[in-house]
């Protein structure tokens, strides 16, 4: 299993960024999928999640409706496109599949003026 985030960066607030999670090792179409977000101090959190099939979505409440979560499945491939970026958004963003214990390395994104 290997699961590569990408897309990362500095950005001022009120920019967008979309990450990408490149999936390989399982069969990423039958996976829900997830992306969390660890902050500088602070323990990883839940920030969204996506059914195998890219119907149904949710969101933890700090992004819903600046973020949204999709998937490609015929490139095995996890989005997060984040609008609207705020300071707090600062932190090191992952995927992982529901099913599996399996982390990337993360991507790093760093939201500052």
């Known amino acids: 299993v290997q699961l590569v985030e990408s897309g990362g960066g500095l950005v001022q607030p009120g920019e967008s960024l979309r990450l990408s999670c490149a999936a390989s090792?399982?069969?990423?179409?039958?996976?829900?999928m997830n992306w969390y977000r660890q902050a500088p101090g602070k323990e990883r959190e839940w920030v969204a999640q996506?059914?195998?099939?890219?119907?149904?979505?949710s969101y933890t409440t700090s992004v819903q409706g600046r973020f949204t979560i999709s998937r490609y499945n015929a490139k095995n491939t996890l989005y997060l496109q984040m609008n609207s970026l705020k300071p707090e958004d600062t932190a090191v963003y992952y995927c992982?599949?529901?099913?599996?214990?399996?982390w990337g390395q993360g991507t790093q994104v760093t939201v500052s003026s």
């Open positions: 090792g399982f069969t990423f179409s039958s996976h829900t």
């Open positions: 992982k599949s529901l099913q599996l214990s399996n």
């Open positions: 996506i059914n195998s099939a890219g119907s149904l979505t």
